[in-house]
T-cell receptor, first 111, second 114 residues
Framework: EDQVTQSPEALRLQEGESSSLNCSYT??????LFWYRQDPGKGPEFLFT???AGEEKEKERLKATLTKKESFLHITAPKPEDSATYLC????????????FGTGTRLKVLA | TAGITQAPTSQILAAGRSMTLRCTQD?????MYWYRQDLGLGLRLIHY???????GKGEVPDGYSVSRANTDDFPLTLASAVPSQTSVYFC?????????????FGAGSRLTVL
């Protein structure tokens, strides 16, 4: 069964304290893996798409990486404004409209 | 600002009543989706439409219906609401319903069924 698991569920960091969020997935074939950011009371906002193992994408303090079984979202020297829930989603090769979302990691960065 | 507009922002509804959640996009995206988001369960697909005039069932379609009369609008109707439909509902769209398209989400509609 296709599945996406994110860890940890919640993470508290001091400002400047780098860390990584994990997204483990099990799919028969991968079309793409997505990272989204969701602020309280808002819809998810797109961050990155990764397509194949070894691929990396960067945006400001965020860097996403992909292996055959998991993806990491690395946050370098985070700031309080990075506080949000980070969602991972995969689109398997089976089913055009199917995006499987993880339950997210709630990140809190303290000043 | 281009994007997706959802209405209402929040609503309290008595069980057994009907309700339509509205969704309009101005990006001329072909594909549109309705998700519900529940604590601990992540986003789950209710219904989708890959182009105007067509719709399909997602992972949790029971108790919901949709229509896609034109490209821009994709309303979600609850014919007879039940408490288990209490959730936050997100409308989303993508350019096409094909290879690894990015989803653009609306701000959500919070529905409470009592």
């Amino acid at each position: 069964e296709d599945q996406v698991t994110q860890s940890p569920e919640a993470l508290r960091l001091q400002e400047g304290e780098s860390s990584s969020l994990n997204c483990s997935y099990t799919v028969s074939g991968l079309r793409g893996l997505f990272w989204y950011r969701q602020d309280p009371g808002k819809g998810p906002e797109f961050l990155f798409t990764l397509y194949s193992a070894g691929e990396e994408k960067e945006k400001e303090r965020l860097k996403a990486t992909l292996t055959k079984k998991e993806s990491f979202l690395h946050i370098t020297a985070p700031k309080p404004e990075d506080s949000a829930t980070y969602l991972c989603a995969v689109q398997p090769t089976s089913g055009t409209y199917k995006y499987i979302f993880g339950t997210g990691t709630r990140l809190k960065v303290l000043a | 600002t281009a994007g997706i507009t959802q209405a209402p922002t929040s609503q309290i509804l008595a069980a057994g009543r009907s309700m339509t959640l509205r969704c309009t996009q101005d990006m001329r995206h072909n594909a549109m989706y309705w998700y519900r988001q529940d604590l601990g369960l992540g986003l789950r697909l209710i219904h989708y439409s890959n182009t105007a005039g067509t719709t399909g069932k997602g992972e949790v379609p029971d108790g919901y219906s949709v229509s896609r009369a034109n490209t821009d609008d994709f309303p979600l109707t609850l014919a007879s609401a039940v408490p288990s439909q209490t959730s936050v509902y997100f409308c989303a769209s993508s350019v096409e319903a094909t290879w690894a398209n990015v989803l653009t989400f609306g701000a959500g509609s919070r529905l409470t069924v009592l």
